[in-house]
C-alpha cells in the first residue's frame, strides 16, 4: 500500500539548510505553509563586515524575542523541539565569510550568538581560498586552515558550498568533523561550473557530509524552468553515487525569483551582482528565476514529498532525505 504524502509530510522533520529568501523576515510564513521544521536564512558574508554580521544575527534575535512561534536552532534537539511545539526553527548559516574580516576570535563570538554553520567562500576569491567562481583554485590559505581548525574546536559546521574545488579538498582533508555542501548540484548531470564534481561528492559523503541539492534553475538545466523531476533525478544521482545518507535539501529560495519579484527589479538585482563580480554570466544566466514546477516556492514543498512518494522512495528514504540526514550531520558536528 502507498503511504499518504501528506501523513509523511506532515509527520517529517523538514529541513530547507539553505534559504536567501529568508534575509526578508515577511517570507518565514512561506516555509511555515510549507511544512518546514527548520532552516536556514542567509547571513549575508558575500560582503560586509562583522558590524553587518552580528547586526544581521541580532536581527533575528530580536524576531525570535518578539513572537513565539520561532526559535533559534543551537542544537539538533532545537530541531526536535521545534517540530514537537509546531514551531519554526532557525538555523543561522554564513554564505561566505566576509563577516569574520581577519580575526579568529570573530568565530567565538558569532559562535556564542548562534551561528551554526559557516560556509567558506561566495564564488570568489577572499581570505581563507578560492570561490566556485575564481579564475584560480588554489586551495586553503594559511588562514582558513585555522579557520577550519577554530570551527571545528567550536563545534560549527564547514561549509564549501560557492568554494572552489581545491579549497573544498583542503577544508575536507584539515577538518576533523564532517563537512558539508549545504547546496550544489552534479555536474554530471548539469556542467555548471557553481555545480560540483563526482571526487569532491564523494569525499564530503566521507568525512559523513552531505550535499544540498539547490532549485535554482540553471543548476538543473539551461532551459528555463526545470521540473520537479529534475530536481529529484539530483537526489537521486547523488544517492547513487554515495548513498541515501549523504543528500538533503538545500533549495536556495532567493529574492530576484519568480513570483517574489518583478522582471525588471530582478534583472537590476542581476546586473549588481555581475558588476560586483559576484556572479559571472556563464554560471548565472540573467533572470527570470523559476524554481522546478510544483515547487516554486516553499509554500508547496509538500509537493516534493507527493513526487518521491511516486518515484518509488520507501518511507525512511524520503524521511532522510527531507530533514533527517541534516539532523544526524547536525548532532554530529552541534552535539545535542
Not at 113 to 125: D, E, F, I, T
Not at 153 to 164: E, F, I, K, P
Not at 207 to 223: K, Q, R, S, Y
Amino acid at each position: 500500500s502507498t503511504m499518504d504524502a501528506n501523513q509523511l509530510h506532515e509527520s517529517a522533520i523538514v529541513i530547507d539548510a539553505t534559504c536567501p529568501l529568508a534575509k526578508d523576515p515577511r517570507y518565514v510564513e512561506w516555509w511555515r505553509e510549507g511544512g518546514a521544521t527548520a532552516f536556514a536564512p542567509t547571513i549575508s558574508g558575500m560582503a560586509g563586515n562583522a558590524r553587518s554580521g552580528f547586526a544581521l544575527i541580532g536581527g533575528w534575535r530580536r524576531y525570535v524575542r518578539e513572537r513565539d512561534d520561532t526559535i533559534i536552532v543551537l542544537s539538533a534537539t532545537d530541531i526536535e523541539r521545534a517540530k514537537a511545539e509546531k514551531k519554526i526553527g532557525l538555523i543561522l548559516h554564513c554564505q561566505g565569510t566576509a563577516i569574520i574580516e581577519d580575526e579568529l576570535d570573530l568565530l567565538d563570538a558569532y559562535q556564542a550568538a548562534g551561528l551554526r554553520v559557516v560556509q567558506l567562500c561566495y564564488n570568489r576569491k577572499n581570505r581563507i581560498g578560492d570561490g566556485s567562481g575564481e579564475r584560480t583554485d588554489a586551495g586553503l590559505s594559511h588562514f582558513g586552515v585555522k579557520v577550519i581548525e577554530r570551527l571545528n574546536a567550536l563545534n560549527m559546521l564547514v561549509d564549501c558550498a560557492h568554494t572552489g574545488h581545491r579549497t573544498s579538498m583542503d577544508a575536507i582533508e584539515m577538518s576533523s568533523a564532517p563537512v558539508v555542501i549545504s547546496h550544489a548540484n552534479a555536474y554530471a548531470i548539469q556542467d555548471n561550473a557553481r555545480n560540483v564534481a563526482d571526487d569532491l561528492i564523494k569525499a564530503i559523503a566521507a568525512t559523513g557530509g552531505i550535499v544540498g541539492t539547490v532549485g535554482f534553475p540553471a543548476f538543473l538545466t539551461w532551459d528555463g524552468q526545470p521540473s520537479l523531476d529534475q530536481f529529484i533525478d539530483d537526489i537521486a544521482y547523488k544517492a547513487d553515487l554515495v548513498g541515501i545518507d549523504h543528500v538533503g535539501l538545500g533549495i536556495d529560495y532567493y529574492l530576484g525569483q519568480h513570483p517574489v519579484e518583478d522582471d525588471s527589479t530582478a534583472m537590476a538585482r542581476y546586473r549588481q551582482l555581475v558588476d560586483a563580480g559576484l556572479w559571472r554570466p556563464s554560471e548565472y544566466p540573467p533572470p527570470p528565476y523559476k524554481f522546478p514546477t510544483g515547487i516554486e516556492t516553499p509554500r508547496t514543498l509538500p509537493r516534493l514529498t507527493e513526487r518521491l512518494v511516486s518515484r518509488g522512495f520507501s518511507e525512511q528514504e524520503i524521511r532522510k532525505i527531507l530533514g533527517l540526514n541534516w539532523m544526524r550531520v547536525y548532532r554530529e558536528v552541534w552535539g545535542g
